[in-house]
């Protein structure tokens, strides 16, 4: 075995990010990609292969011409745990370099419980650590509130404030990355969903509340302290309402379950999203009204962002896609009206998310192979083997 050596694991950084940005490239387009010689390209690809980091499988038949290959993650090379926590619900799926999910789980919460819950997913920690031994090498989670150094300050849908995530890990000596879920959607859309390519890209999610992001190039922009993109949280509601994040006349608030419960007349729902889904398929008056109005304020939101941050696209994910399609002609006339003059001659696309509905799963995977193709865990892995 001819091991990496020092000097190439900037370039082997360079192949993987590749792989797991675009699974199934060639090792001619990857080299095409880095300005790297054919035999450059060769030998790094062959020397990643030694150390099960990737290997080579033939590609689907194209007809007629010489057979080719494309880059696979190694099926002994290393992988990381993504979980979505959500209000109801969390998923996981064990993720490859080429950014593969296997091992996909969906379990809705017995307990909504903090305690409870983060228990249960320090379980699902060790049942895949046991699973997959020392390939596991990292633990990445996306939590529906505000996170700061992976703690969750505040997660006003699940009333939970100032939790430790890292319990979830506890004991098995795993790296956790947390953050929040409509952030990593949005890094998803942008590395390959309906924001691929854009310098500029707004994101925004609404299930329980809205959150979401903005990205520059692909990147999240996180602010001071990791805490930007509360977009849910900004006054563009009512300010007689006190939201449970403790501001007044959060956006929150116009956009989801409650507001339609709210314009219904109806008690709040104990799960806003479930609920929104429900009036979504009715056909009364009332709850046609009733989605207009949401509909109207979500739109309205958007374009005051799109005045604010110029986005060469804007994507929306969760229940934003059924609600707009429920009152289309509503929300185009809401956004139009919204925006500044000189954006509506040519308006920034308001775009349906791809990664749907596992959008902060991806995007806690992408950002997972971000640390794993960096110069030194590859270093730390070759070492290892």
């Not at 699902?124 to 505000?146: F, I, K």
């Not at 997972?368 to 083997?385: E, G, K, N």
Request: aromatic share 4%.
């Amino acid at each position: 075995m001819t091991p990496v050596r020092r000097g190439q694991w900037q370039t082997a950084s360079d192949v993987l990010a590749q792989l797991s940005r675009r699974p199934g490239i060639t090792r001619a387009a990857v080299a095409r990609e880095l300005r790297l010689s054919t035999g450059s390209a060769t030998e790094v690809t062959a020397r990643l292969r030694d150390v099960h980091l990737l290997t080579e499988v033939p590609a689907p038949s194209q007809g007629r011409g010489r057979p080719t290959t494309v880059l696979r993650a190694h099926p002994q090379g290393p992988v990381v745990l993504a979980l979505d926590l959500r209000q109801s619900s969390w998923r996981s799926a064990v993720v490859t370099l080429d950014g593969t999910l296997l091992d996909q789980q969906n379990k809705r919460h017995r307990s909504r419980r903090a305690q409870v819950v983060l228990s249960n997913l320090q379980r699902e920690v060790e049942r895949t650590q046991q699973r997959y031994g020392a390939r596991l090498r990292l633990v990445s989670l996306a939590a529906p509130g505000t996170i700061r150094d992976n703690h969750l300050m505040q997660a006003p849908t699940l009333n939970w404030a100032e939790l430790d995530l890292e319990a979830v890990i506890a004991g098995t000596g795993l790296p956790l990355l947390a953050g929040n879920d409509a952030t990593l959607s949005g890094v998803a859309e942008a590395r390959t969903g309906a924001a691929a390519g854009a310098g500029t890209a707004l994101h925004l999610i609404v299930e329980v509340g809205l959150g979401g992001t903005l990205l520059i190039d692909g990147v999240a922009v996180q602010g001071a302290s990791g805490a930007g993109g509360e977009y849910g949280h900004m006054p563009f509601g009512d300010r007689s309402r006190l939201c449970a994040c403790g501001a007044r006349g959060c956006w929150d608030l116009d956009i989801d379950g409650r507001a339609l419960a709210r314009h219904l007349k109806e008690p709040t729902p104990d799960d806003p999203y479930d609920y929104t889904e429900a009036v979504l398929r009715r056909t009364d008056r009332a709850a046609t009204r009733a989605v207009a109005k949401v509909v109207a304020a979500l739109a309205t939101g958007i374009a005051g962002l799109v005045n604010a941050h110029d986005p060469d696209v804007v994507t929306i994910g969760g229940l934003a896609i059924a609600l707009r399609a429920a009152a289309a002609p509503t929300f185009e006339q809401a956004y139009l009206d919204g925006l500044m003059t000189f954006h509506r001659g040519s308006p920034p696309p308001v775009l349906a998310a791809t990664h749907q509905p596992d959008g902060p799963l991806r995007g806690a995977a992408a950002l997972a192979l971000d640390h794993l193709t960096s110069q030194p865990a590859i270093a730390a892995w070759a070492a290892q083997h």
